[in-house]
């Protein structure tokens, strides 16, 4: 879908990127700084890259050893960023129907009633940017790139300045978008719990240089990445498939793909529904005989695969469970278990620490 070679220089930062991605939605990880919003621009076409090329669905946006550099509103790229930019004296619609009038009997196939339904917008139209809160004004900014007919979406943070109530709101609305409309999205963001939900395809950047890119699942496994991939944070993804829900516990059985079960709290959800799940490396704990008798609820039966030292006295972990799952412990548990590559281990990991990616 896109093919990126860059490099760039700016002051003393230096970025090199080297990305091929295809459709679905890639998210672009990073620490403040790291040059994400930079990489965007230059697909953007709104900062030159010092050389490389750029693609995107088959055509050459950059190349600098052809000469090519196709100006910003011809790239067709819809683009959001962290801070709503709508104009103030449109209304909601003329806000949304701006980029079709631009190119005036162009049909686009994204249609204007499916946008304002999925992002919850119908009410909205007539209202002024100054009258919406921000997660609405975020709302409308990610309806108008929709609605400009983009050949790929940016979308650079576009939940930093919401609080965590709208956060939750607009999330799962953005699932909806890559499921609804099949636009290639380029997500920027330095939340893990963001990516982990949303992203087929991750990029880690520091610094300016790429760390790697992915699968999410994979590279969420990958114990040398864990710096890079939510450090404290980092956790596995885990796809399972709802098997069960008992109404009177909120309770909800899960399969993977290899037939582990797993137990999580949470809202009824619809049998054989798929679910992507998140376990954070901090929450899963490590014994090395079968636990009786206790509250926790997930214990896989696995071995440990890998093993790396981690920040100041953790020991971080790669067992296969029956699928891969990372978990942290401290040194000297791991010293006191006598704990080595291929040990039979049980893992545990409490039910409430779960969270639906
Ligand atoms: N015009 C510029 N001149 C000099 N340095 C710049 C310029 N624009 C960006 N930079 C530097 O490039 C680096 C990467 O910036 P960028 O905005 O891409 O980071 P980011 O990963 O998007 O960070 P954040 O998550 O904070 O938005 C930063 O060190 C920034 O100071």
């Given at each position: 879908?896109?093919?990126?070679?860059v490099?760039?220089?700016?002051?003393?930062f230096?970025?090199s990127?080297?990305?091929k991605?295809?459709?679905g939605?890639?998210?672009?990880?990073?620490?403040?700084?790291?040059?994400?919003?930079?990489?965007?621009?230059?697909?953007?076409?709104?900062?030159?890259?010092?050389?490389?090329?750029?693609?995107?669905?088959g055509?050459?946006?950059?190349?600098?050893?052809k000469?090519?550099?196709?100006?910003?509103?011809?790239?067709?790229?819809?683009?959001?960023?962290?801070?709503?930019?709508?104009?103030?004296?449109?209304?909601?619609?003329?806000?949304?129907?701006?980029?079709?009038?631009?190119?005036?009997?162009?049909?686009?196939?994204?249609?204007?009633?499916?946008?304002?339904?999925i992002?919850?917008?119908?009410?909205?139209?007539?209202?002024?940017p100054?009258?919406?809160?921000?997660?609405?004004?975020?709302?409308?900014?990610?309806?108008?790139?929709?609605?400009s007919?983009?050949k790929?979406?940016?979308?650079?943070?576009?939940l930093?300045?919401?609080?965590?109530?709208?956060?939750?709101?607009?999330l799962?609305?953005?699932?909806?978008?890559?499921?609804?409309?099949?636009?290639?999205?380029?997500?920027?963001?330095?939340?893990?719990?963001?990516?982990?939900?949303l992203?087929?395809?991750?990029?880690?950047?520091?610094?300016g240089?790429?760390?790697?890119v992915?699968?999410t699942?994979?590279?969420?496994?990958?114990?040398d990445l864990?710096?890079?991939?939510?450090?404290?944070?980092?956790?596995?993804?885990?796809?399972?498939?709802?098997?069960?829900?008992?109404?009177?516990h909120?309770m909800?059985?899960?399969?993977?793909?290899?037939?582990?079960?797993l137990?999580?709290?949470?809202?009824?959800k619809?049998?054989?529904?798929?679910?992507?799940?998140?376990i954070?490396?901090?929450?899963v704990?490590?014994?090395k005989?079968?636990?009786?008798?206790?509250?926790?609820?997930n214990?896989?039966?696995?071995?440990l695969?890998?093993?790396?030292s981690g920040?100041?006295?953790?020991?971080?972990?790669?067992?296969?469970?029956g699928?891969p799952?990372?978990?942290?412990?401290?040194?000297?548990?791991?010293?006191?278990m006598?704990?080595?590559?291929?040990t039979?281990?049980?893992?545990?990991?409490?039910?409430?620490?779960?969270?639906?990616?």
């Amino acid at each position: 879908m896109f093919d990126i070679r860059v490099k760039k220089s700016l002051g003393r930062f230096h970025l090199s990127a080297d990305i091929k991605a295809e459709a679905g939605l890639t998210a672009l990880f990073g620490p403040s700084g790291a040059g994400k919003t930079l990489l965007a621009k230059m697909l953007a076409g709104l900062v030159t890259p010092d050389e490389g090329h750029i693609e995107l669905a088959g055509r050459t946006l950059f190349s600098s050893a052809k000469n090519i550099n196709i100006p910003v509103h011809q790239r067709h790229i819809g683009f959001v960023f962290q801070e709503h930019r709508l104009f103030p004296h449109y209304s909601v619609r003329g806000n949304l129907t701006y980029g079709n009038g631009r190119r005036a009997g162009k049909a686009t196939p994204v249609s204007f009633e499916k946008v304002a339904d999925i992002l919850g917008l119908a009410a909205l139209l007539d209202r002024e940017p100054a009258s919406l809160s921000g997660g609405e004004r975020q709302r409308v900014a990610i309806g108008r790139a929709l609605l400009s007919n983009p050949k790929i979406l940016i979308l650079d943070e576009p939940l930093s300045s919401l609080d965590d109530a709208r956060k939750r709101e607009i999330l799962p609305l953005i699932e909806a978008l890559k499921s609804e409309f099949d636009i290639p999205t380029l997500y920027i963001s330095h939340s893990i719990e963001e990516i982990t939900r949303l992203a087929d395809t991750l990029l880690l950047l520091d610094n300016g240089a790429m760390k790697a890119v992915g699968p999410t699942a994979d590279i969420l496994t990958r114990l040398d990445l864990i710096p890079y991939a939510g450090g404290y944070d980092a956790g596995t993804l885990i796809a399972a498939t709802v098997t069960a829900y008992e109404p009177a516990h909120h309770m909800l059985t899960l399969e993977t793909a290899g037939g582990g079960k797993l137990y999580i709290t949470g809202g009824a959800k619809e049998i054989g529904s798929s679910a992507r799940l998140r376990i954070r490396a901090r929450d899963v704990a490590l014994s090395k005989t079968e636990p009786k008798s206790m509250s926790i609820l997930n214990r896989f039966k696995g071995r440990l695969v890998d093993h790396c030292s981690g920040a100041e006295g953790m020991e971080e972990l790669l067992l296969d469970v029956g699928f891969p799952l990372t978990a942290r412990i401290t040194r000297k548990s791991f010293e006191d278990m006598k704990l080595t590559k291929d040990t039979p281990v049980w893992a545990l990991v409490k039910a409430v620490t779960i969270s639906r990616a």
